[in-house]
Each structure stands twice: as structure tokens, then as C-alpha cells.
């Protein structure tokens, strides 16, 4: 399980890259589109850059939770921190190869902007699933925090005693 949790981006990647180099249809209807490919990319890998950013700090100060406690119980904070900088590293490149598309489009020819279309799109792809992959993983660490907290607060929490079983008020009724 933890080498596909390492891999399938790379795996869907591969097989996206595979769908466009067979399928000329795909190709040329993403041809037509670059521009808004492009813009597409820039915008999504700036929102995820922020996102992940964020995040990375967020989970930096859970240190003292129980998650965070088994996570490096089990040596997997390694993972988590393999699978930050791979999304990290996904959306910069997408970001950087964007701009610099955004710059020289109008001198490519036909066929480079072909081969352009279909590295945007794997770069895309990647961007895609490393960030999906890492926001799931963070939501679940989140969720999990929350749950935690919450458990912890109700058992803290003082309790009325006109709103106990043996209140006066409730014998009344």
C-alpha cells in the first residue's frame, strides 16, 4: 500500500500522457485551448502553493497531538513530508513552466505547441493529483485533530446542574 501511495500520481500521469500521444482528437481540442490551459495553470498552482503552505504550518504546530504522535511512531512523517515538497515541487514547476509558455506561445510553431499542449497537460495532471493527494491526507489529519479536541473538551466541560437528572427543576415537572 505505501509504494502506490508513493507512485499513482506518477502511474496517472503516465497513463494521461499515454491517452494524448495515441488520441490526436484530445490533443488538438487541448491545442486550441493552451491559452486557457495555461491561465488555468497558473491560477490553480498559485491556489495550491497558499493552500499547502498554509498547511504545512498547521501541521507543524499539532506537534503534541495523537496523530502526529503516531505518524512519527510509525516513521511516516517522512512520507508526509515526501508527499508536501512532491506537491510543492509539482506546482512551482507548473507555475514556472506556465509563465514561461505564457511568455514565448506566439513564437512556437505547430509542432512544438503540440508537444508544449502535451507537457502542459502531464505537468498539469501531476499538479492535480500530488495536491489532491496531499490536501486528503491533511484533511484527514485535521478531521482527526478535531475529533480529538472535541472528545477532550466535552469530557472538560462543565455541566449546568439545573440541567442534571436530579435538578430541582426537572423533579418538579
Not at 51 to 71: A, E, H, Q, R, T
Not at 110 to 132: A, E, G, K, N
Not at 137 to 151: A, F, G, Q, R
Request: charged fraction near 20%; include cysteine; aromatic fraction near 10%.
Amino acid at each position: 500500500m505505501r509504494r502506490w501511495e508513493m507512485h499513482y500520481p506518477k502511474f496517472v500521469v503516465l497513463v494521461a500522457f499515454l491517452c494524448c500521444v495515441l488520441n490526436d482528437a484530445i490533443i488538438y481540442a487541448l491545442m486550441n485551448n493552451i491559452d486557457k490551459i495555461i491561465n488555468a495553470t497558473i491560477t490553480l498552482s498559485s491556489i495550491f502553493l497558499g493552500f499547502v503552505g498554509v498547511m504545512y504550518g498547521v501541521v507543524l504546530g499539532l506537534k503534541d497531538s495523537k496523530i502526529i504522535n503516531v505518524l512519527q511512531f510509525f516513521k511516516r512523517m517522512q512520507d508526509l513530508n515526501y508527499f508536501i515538497q512532491e506537491a510543492r515541487r509539482a506546482n512551482w514547476i507548473g507555475l514556472v513552466l506556465s509563465l514561461l509558455l505564457m511568455l514565448f506561445i506566439d513564437r512556437l510553431e505547430q509542432f512544438h505547441i503540440r508537444i508544449v499542449t502535451i507537457v502542459v497537460v502531464v505537468v498539469l495532471l501531476y499538479m492535480i493529483v500530488t495536491s489532491y493527494r496531499i490536501i486528503h491526507i491533511l484533511s484527514v489529519i485535521m478531521d482527526n485533530v478535531y475529533s480529538e479536541n472535541t472528545k477532550r473538551l466535552n469530557k472538560k466541560m462543565h455541566t449546568p446542574s439545573f440541567l442534571n437528572e436530579n435538578s430541582v427543576i426537572k423533579k418538579e415537572k
